[in-house]
């Protein structure tokens, strides 16, 4: 009879179950994380934690014995660099299983089983323990552990002040510092506009000038328009008098000449 035997066989042979959590050891340490059956899981919990907690002391003796159970020098190194430094601090407890329903063909309890210390989501979600203050009964009066007791709070009530009126020493400082800052931006944006409105004014007054330059510098080219238009008429009538002369002469020139011919004629 099995009376007060708790271990689970898991329907294999002493060999073929040592193995069987061998090779699941070394993959939960290689992966951080493996599936399984709930059954399976529980036994690999029993299996795989000792050797944790073994892998915090990082001798020769714990390599060799941790060696002997795993039979993997890449799972041992991993194990021993790594996750030794990760769960350094947790007292027990390093694996979480975490039930996911069951399985279809033979209706098994399946589960994810990894290491609590490489799931950073609930681990950003956990609350650090608040520790409980222990005190002991002694034969001292009330009124001085009272005194005793309320020594710290008044301390933190003065630091708590001091640390108010510095802030606000440094807030009121900041103050000033921006008020400066606007004034000055204010002045500079004053000038600027100032400038702006004067070269403008000066560009105005500028402009009437300039016409009035261009005006004057027109009057004189008129003038001369207006003599020549003057001095067209004399000069026209001088043309009509020379053409008037060269006609003359050309016609003094024939005259001549034709009585030179018919004086040869007579001679002949």
């Known amino acids: 009879m099995r009376h007060g035997k ?18 699941m050891a070394s993959s939960l340490i290689l992966n951080k994380r493996i599936s399984t059956t709930v059954a399976r899981a529980k036994e690999l919990r029993k299996y795989i934690e000792p050797l944790l907690t073994k892998a915090k002391s990082d001798t ?39 039930k996911t329903g069951t399985r ?19 681990l950003k979600d956990a609350k650090p323990a608040k520790s409980k203050k222990r005190s002991r ?9 009272d005194a005793v007791a309320a020594a710290p709070q008044v301390e933190e009530a003065v630091e708590t002040k001091e640390e ?33 409105v004067e070269e403008k004014a000066a560009e105005e007054v500028a402009e009437p000038a300039e016409a009035k330059e261009e005006v004057v510098d027109e009057e004189p080219a008129a003038e001369v328009v207006e003599e020549a238009k003057d001095d067209s008429p004399q000069a026209s009538a001088e043309a009509t008098e020379d053409e008037k002369t060269a006609d003359d002469s050309t016609e003094e020139d024939k005259g001549e000449a034709d009585g030179g011919d018919e004086k040869t004629e007579d001679k002949n």
């Open 137 to 145: 009964r002694g034969g001292k009066s009330k009124k001085g552990s």
């Open 6 to 23: 708790k271990i689970n066989h898991l329907g294999r042979t002493s060999s073929h179950r040592k193995a069987m959590l061998s090779n």
């Open 164 to 196: 108010a009126t510095e802030v606000a020493e440094v807030v009121a400082e900041e103050q000033e510092v921006t008020e400066a800052e606007v004034a000055e931006e204010v002045q500079e944006a004053a000038a600027e506009t100032a400038e702006v």
């Open 104 to 122: 279809l063909g033979d209706n098994a309890e399946m589960c994810i089983m990894e290491l609590v210390d490489y799931n950073e989501l609930l």
């Open 60 to 98: 020769t003796h714990s390599r060799r014995v941790v060696f002997s159970y795993l039979n993997d020098k890449e799972s041992i190194k991993i194990l021993f660099d790594e996750v030794a430094e990760k769960i350094a601090s947790r007292p027990g407890g390093y694996t979480r299983i975490i």
